[in-house]
């Protein structure tokens, strides 16, 4: 038994064509957001200390589900300074890859539940590893791209 092809179904072939212009809406609609068309806006500002705006790697470790020790040591911060001052500006650096991957994963999935199912899904584009296992490995510059690539339509 043969199936029809795609050309004897031009049901499929609108479905395709709307799911496209679809999609190009949604990436035009991000990259809006992304570059601030709605004006200057914090992503994710609960992941901030509030007395020095910095990045606080207890709310990066709680958002993404991992113990801060675990976040500390995958990124070779030293974990009991990280412990005494989640908001170092010497941990910034570290923080700021993993930050921006998470506000990605934000802006694509907008719940932390779906963020972290998805840091915790292999992705081949990973070699079968995790977003987090990476991150923990202190590879957080390859899941940024990724996302960066897949937020701005560039196949990676």
């Not at 007395?51 to 070779?76: N, S």
């Not at 974990?79 to 934000?106: G, M």
């Not at 584009?125 to 897949?150: F, P, Q």
């Amino acid at each position: 038994m043969s199936t029809p092809s795609l050309e004897a179904r031009p049901e499929i072939q609108e479905l395709a064509a709307e799911l496209q212009i679809q999609v190009a809406a949604m990436q035009e609609k991000l990259h809006t957001l992304l570059r601030g068309g709605d004006g200057l806006k914090v992503v994710l500002p609960e992941l901030h200390d509030d007395a020095t705006g910095r990045i606080d790697a207890q709310k990066i470790a709680d958002y993404m589900g991992v113990p801060l020790k675990r976040l500390a040591e995958g990124l070779h911060l030293n974990y009991k300074a990280t412990h005494r001052n989640p908001a170092s500006e010497a941990h910034q650096s570290s923080l700021k890859p993993v930050k921006r991957s998470v506000e990605i994963l934000h802006d694509f999935f907008h719940k932390p539940a779906t963020v972290r199912a998805w840091l915790n899904s292999p992705n081949p584009d990973l070699d079968g590893h995790t977003a987090l296992e990476m991150i923990l490995a202190n590879k957080s510059d390859a899941v940024l791209r990724i996302l960066e690539n897949a937020a701005a339509g560039v196949p990676v």
